[in-house]
């Protein structure tokens, strides 16, 4: 079955530490996301990549990185310089196409930290 | 700066109640509006709207784009428990030149009562 893939689904962090949560894809789409929700402010988007080797800025970018090695991965890494990293993180991807516009989402990972 | 304003932030109702879900925009090089519906993890695609004044429906749910006013809503007829959630529009922006880039408003929680 064709889909995005976030692992771990929940995720503690000490004060300080990096943690890196992983996104696969097998659908074969060009652009990936990164976003993070936290409760009464919808999502946010923290980096895209349209394309392998490639990717941007989104609104809140401060404390994050990403990499885009593979078009079906997209790993995000939350750096002790992001103050406040407890959230709930969306994974999605999409086909690089001006008509096509929906985007697919993983079913998160929560992280927590402690 | 790109802006997706929804409102209410949050509307509790009765089953069998009709509900409107508001969503403006302000968003250069506009391509679709997307509507999603949240209700543990991952949000799921309802519509994409490309056109003024065509209504896409799907069962109960209905919504319209209005490009002139920059400005869609989301109806829902004879609510059910199970249409609680948090409803998302998202309007996808050209970028680059076949990319795109989603932007989410913050949310409607809907919560229909038994």
């Known amino acids: 079955d064709g889909g995005i893939t976030q692992s771990p689904k929940y995720l503690f962090r000490k004060e300080g530490q990096n943690v890196t949560l992983s996104c696969e894809q097998n659908l074969n789409h060009d652009a990936m996301y990164w976003y993070r929700q936290d409760p009464g402010q919808g999502l946010r988007l923290i980096y895209y990549s349209q394309i392998v080797n490639d990717f941007q800025k989104g609104d809140i970018a401060e404390g994050y990185s990403v990499s885009r090695e593979k078009k079906e991965s997209f790993p995000l890494t939350v750096t002790s310089a992001q103050k406040n990293p407890t959230a709930f993180y969306l994974c999605a991807s999409s086909v690089r196409d001006r008509l096509n516009t929906e985007a697919f989402f993983g079913q998160g990972t929560r992280l927590t930290v402690v | 700066e790109d802006k997706v304003v929804q409102s209410p932030l949050s509307l509790v109702v009765h089953e069998g109640d009709t509900v409107t879900l508001n969503c403006s925009y302000e968003v250069t090089n506009f391509r679709s509006l997307l509507w999603y519906k949240q209700e543990k993890k991952a949000p799921t695609f309802l519509f994409m709207l490309?056109?003024?004044?065509i209504e896409k429906k799907s069962g109960r749910l209905s919504s319209i784009l209005d490009k002139k006013e920059l400005f869609s809503i989301l109806n829902i007829t004879a609510t059910q428990t199970g249409d609680s959630a948090i409803y998302l529009c998202a309007v996808s922006r050209k970028y680059g030149v076949y990319g795109n880039k989603l932007v989410f408003g913050a949310g409607t929680i809907l919560r229909v009562k038994s």
């Open positions: 490309t056109s003024s004044g």
